[in-house]
T-cell receptor, first 113, second 112 residues
């Protein structure tokens, strides 16, 4: 049982390049989330999904797109990376009940030059 | 809009000291409140989850309390150890019950 895994662990992009971050969970969780963490800002929710085939916007969705084609995977896409998207990205999953805790992945460090 | 504030932002204590971390939130209509630990360069690890109907939870040397009416929670760490050094994050489940809203954290340093 690997829990929540994220790919890649670290990436450097040039402004305007695109990339996709992959989050995978093997706990059969319904809910999945993407957060970004910046110094002095804490963790902020980008997008989330309450089930396969669904997505919803969080607090800071601009510049990102997501897809949840399979229940176990949640993809975060950057179509045209900007330096402001330099951050640490965390994925999390939740079984589906607000009474339970979220499980977090180890994070992806992204540097946009 | 729910906002979560943590005070202090940083705290340094000698080993063995008991300490309290504070968390406040603006909207008392929460599903639950959670405390997480984050080590440098790592992900988040859940420490304690307090349901909205509960007043406290304990795990080992950690005790978290919740006062919904005043919008406050505290994390009490007894007999601190250097291994407790980390950033502690408080988070509440949003009104829709679908996502966490985080405070900015308290960075704790315990010296031996």
């Amino acid at each position: 049982n690997a829990g929540v895994t994220q790919t890649p662990k670290f990436r450097v992009l040039k402004t305007g390049q695109s990339m996709t971050l992959l989050c995978a969970q093997d706990m059969n969780h319904e809910y999945m989330y993407w957060y970004r963490q910046d110094p002095g800002m804490g963790l902020r929710l980008i997008h989330y999904s309450v089930g396969e085939g669904t997505t919803a916007k969080g607090e800071v969705p601009d510049g990102y797109n997501v897809s949840r084609l399979k229940k176990q995977n949640f993809l975060l896409g950057l179509e045209s990376a900007a330096p402001s998207q330099t951050s640490v990205y965390f994925c999390a999953s939740l079984r589906g009940l607000a009474r339970e805790t979220q499980y977090f992945g180890p994070g992806t460090r992204l540097l946009v030059l | 809009k729910q906002e979560v504030t943590q005070i202090p932002a940083a705290l340094s204590v000698p080993e063995g000291e008991n300490l309290v971390l504070n968390c406040s939130f603006t909207d008392s209509a929460i599903y639950n409140l959670q405390w997480f630990r984050q080590d440098p360069g790592k992900g988040l690890t859940s420490l304690l989850l307090i349901q909205s109907s509960q007043r406290e939870q304990t795990s080992g040397r950690l005790n978290a309390s919740l006062d919904k009416s005043s919008g406050r929670s505290t994390l009490y760490i007894a007999a601190s150890q250097p291994g407790d050094s980390a950033t502690y994050l408080c988070a509440v489940v949003n009104q829709a019950g679908t996502a966490l809203i985080f405070g900015k954290g308290t960075t704790l340093s315990v010296s031996s």
